[in-house]
């Protein structure tokens, strides 16, 4: 991986781990992604006809097929996300979901896209998949598992949060892969793909946002400071990992963004008081290790 496509997935991660912990924060529901995603069309409004002005034009059916399956499949990852962290702690839910999407992702990209892993990359992939798994609770998790008869509350929240997380990993494996055959294969900019799958999503959310007004307003009145930010922010990380995508095997960007496990570790512990902080930052540490190895092979 260039030292360019790096510097690129770790801001990135920094970025997207801020607006998850802003989304946790929200505890909103299908709203809040029409929400976001109304503010992300009108923000983000200038670059995205600066960009396709001229382009936009010239796509045919492949080109538009593309855009629509990314806006179903990006909706289909942020509501199965929000409905996670409504049931679960973000500690669970989030790194689950960002260590299943990107091991999903390389095993495709290396089986059925014809690229190559060194044994470094392999050591870095296992890194960040094993620290994933210790940010998410490490033994903790299969203890919840083992247990049948009358779990706790607590380990309740656990299992959901393991199932949204890894439906949501399932979900992102599907949107990056698809995404990154658009943006290596078929030369759609990444700025153009992210701004006007985002309509996709709006046609899906409008009935939501339509079909209890009052509800919406009230919801609104709760949410438009983290909708406001998720919108303005969340597509920079994800555009920015596109960019990374058409100068960088797809096998290693994908795992190398989990570097947001580092910093959601570290924020989100300590702003949301999830506990098991020494074992998290040492899934941090993994993670860093992970991506460092990924990011030099």
Same mark, same amino acid.
């Given at each position: 991986?260039?030292?360019?496509?790096?510097?690129?997935?770790?801001?990135?991660?920094?970025?997207?781990?801020?607006?998850?912990?802003?989304?946790?924060?929200?505890?909103?529901?299908?709203?809040?992604?029409?929400?976001?995603?109304?503010?992300?069309?009108?923000?983000?409004?200038?670059?995205?006809?600066?960009?396709?002005?001229?382009?936009?034009?010239?796509?045919?059916?492949?080109?538009?097929?593309?855009?629509?399956?990314?806006?179903?499949?990006?909706?289909?990852?942020?509501?199965?996300?929000?409905?996670?962290?409504?049931?679960?702690?973000?500690?669970?839910?989030?790194?689950?979901?960002?260590?299943?999407? =990107? +091991?999903?992702?390389? *095993?495709? /990209?290396?089986?059925?896209?014809?690229?190559?892993?060194? #044994? $470094? %990359? @392999?050591?870095?992939?296992?890194?960040?998949?094993?620290?994933?798994?210790?940010?998410?609770?490490?033994?903790?998790?299969?203890?919840?598992?083992?247990?049948?008869?009358?779990?706790?509350?607590?380990?309740?929240?656990?299992?959901?949060?393991?199932?949204?997380?890894?439906?949501?990993?399932?979900?992102?494996?599907?949107?990056?892969?698809?995404?990154?055959?658009?943006?290596?294969?078929?030369?759609?900019?990444?700025?153009?793909?992210?701004?006007?799958?985002?309509?996709?999503?709006?046609?899906?959310?409008?009935?939501?946002?339509?079909?209890?007004?009052?509800?919406?307003?009230?919801?609104?009145?709760?949410?438009?400071?983290?909708?406001?930010?998720?919108?303005?922010?969340?597509?920079?990380?994800?555009?920015?990992?596109?960019?990374?995508?058409?100068?960088? =095997? +797809?096998?290693?960007? *994908?795992? /190398?963004?989990?570097?947001?496990?580092?910093?959601?570790? #570290? $924020? %989100? @512990?300590?702003?949301?008081?999830?506990?098991?902080?020494?074992?998290?930052?040492?899934?941090?540490?993994?993670?860093?290790?992970?991506?460092?190895?990924?990011?030099?092979?």
């Amino acid at each position: 991986m260039s030292h360019t496509a790096f510097l690129l997935v770790i801001t990135a991660g920094l970025i997207h781990a801020l607006w998850n912990i802003a989304a946790k924060k929200a505890g909103g529901d299908v709203r809040f992604a029409g929400f976001t995603a109304l503010i992300m069309a009108v923000v983000w409004a200038p670059v995205g006809i600066y960009y396709g002005w001229d382009i936009v034009p010239t796509w045919g059916w492949i080109e538009w097929g593309f855009i629509a399956a990314s806006g179903i499949i990006h909706i289909s990852y942020f509501i199965c996300l929000l409905r996670g962290y409504r049931k679960a702690d973000l500690t669970v839910v989030y790194p689950l979901a960002r260590g299943t999407g =990107p +091991l999903l992702s390389s *095993a495709t /990209a290396i089986l059925f896209l014809g690229e190559r892993l060194s #044994l $470094i %990359g @392999g050591f870095g992939i296992c890194a960040v998949v094993g620290g994933v798994f210790m940010i998410a609770g490490g033994p903790k998790l299969l203890r919840s598992l083992k247990q049948v008869e009358q779990p706790s509350s607590q380990q309740v929240r656990i299992r959901k949060g393991i199932f949204y997380g890894v439906l949501t990993g399932v979900f992102i494996a599907g949107y990056t892969i698809l995404d990154g055959y658009a943006v290596k294969v078929l030369f759609i900019s990444p700025i153009l793909i992210d701004y006007f799958g985002n309509f996709a999503r709006i046609v899906l959310l409008m009935p939501a946002l339509l079909r209890d007004r009052q509800a919406s307003r009230l919801s609104w009145n709760k949410e438009w400071k983290y909708a406001l930010i998720v919108g303005a922010i969340s597509p920079i990380s994800y555009v920015l990992v596109l960019y990374a995508m058409q100068s960088a =095997p +797809l096998s290693h960007v *994908a795992p /190398a963004r989990e570097v947001s496990m580092l910093f959601a570790a #570290l $924020i %989100g @512990g300590h702003l949301l008081a999830e506990g098991d902080r020494v074992q998290r930052l040492f899934g941090a540490l993994l993670i860093a290790a992970g991506v460092i190895a990924l990011g030099n092979f």
